[in-house]
Antibody
Framework: EVQLVESGGGLVQPGGSLRLSCASS????????MNWVRQAPGKGLEWVSA????????FYADSVKGRFTISRDNSKNTLYLQLNSLRADDTALYYC?????????????WGQGTLVTVSS | QSVLTQPPSASGTPGQRVTISCSGS????????VNWYQQLPGTAPKLLIY???QRPSGVPDRFSGSKSGTSASLAISGLQSEDEADYYC???????????FGGGTKLTVL
């Protein structure tokens, strides 16, 4: 059974940093691209970032480019998102999502999310 | 403003058929496959339709997807109360080099 468990969220001041983690199990982690998708309170889904299976390719939404960094440790089956220079509009529930066989296709499994709140 | 355009709301009565549209452009829907996600209240999104019209195992055949040109649609037949949820379309965008979502459609079962 595929499981994705996010952690690392919390309350942070504007300009601060956080590191999110997503522990994965139930599939061959290194074979699949992984994504972060966020959802602000009461709003829709917003794709944040993606990383290829071996970590050599990364992709970012314009809204986070230069501030967030995605990475993965295939030896630990864990996905990361480093969040720097946080702003109030980064407040959201951050979901980790596994891509299907087509890296640019569907997101077939999602975690339950970790909440990031940016406020002074 | 979302790259993919969906109606903010839709509704129907039990047993009815409803459709939700998703409009994009040549760089996203026009070039790549469309996926649909269902988000029940208070839960994480779940993959509902992939590759335009494929259902993952466990998704009832009441749900179907289609795509034509730069638009796609999700159809739900035999509407049930448990279908009340938010529905999102998504595709890869070759110009943005990233994934894009529609703004979401809130489906109400009357």
């Amino acid at each position: 059974e595929v499981q994705l468990v996010e952690s690392g969220g919390g309350l942070v001041q504007p300009g601060g940093s956080l590191r999110l983690s997503c522990a994965s199990s139930g599939f061959t982690f290194s074979s699949y691209a992984m994504n972060w998708v966020r959802q602000a309170p009461g709003k829709g889904l917003e794709w944040v970032s993606a990383v290829s299976g071996n970590g050599d390719r990364t992709f970012y939404a314009d809204s986070v480019k230069g501030r967030f960094t995605i990475s993965r440790d295939n030896s630990k089956n864990t996905l990361y998102l480093q969040l720097n220079s946080l702003r109030a509009d980064d407040t959201a529930l951050y979901y980790c999502a596994k891509a299907g066989p087509r890296s640019y296709g569907e997101l077939d499994y999602w975690g339950q999310g970790t909440l990031v709140t940016v406020s002074s | 403003q979302s790259v993919l355009t969906q109606p903010p709301s839709a509704s129907g009565t039990p047993g009815q058929r409803v459709t939700i549209s998703c409009s994009g452009s040549r760089s996203n829907i026009g070039s790549n496959t469309v996926n649909w996600y269902q988000q029940l209240p208070g839960t994480a999104p779940k993959l509902l339709i992939y590759s335009n019209n494929q259902r993952p195992s466990g998704v009832p055949d009441r749900f179907s997807g289609s795509k034509s040109g730069t638009s796609a649609s999700l159809a739900i037949s035999g509407l049930q109360s448990e279908d009340e949820a938010d529905y999102y379309c998504s595709a890869w965008d070759d110009s943005l080099n990233g994934r894009v979502f529609g703004g979401g459609t809130k489906l109400t079962v009357l």
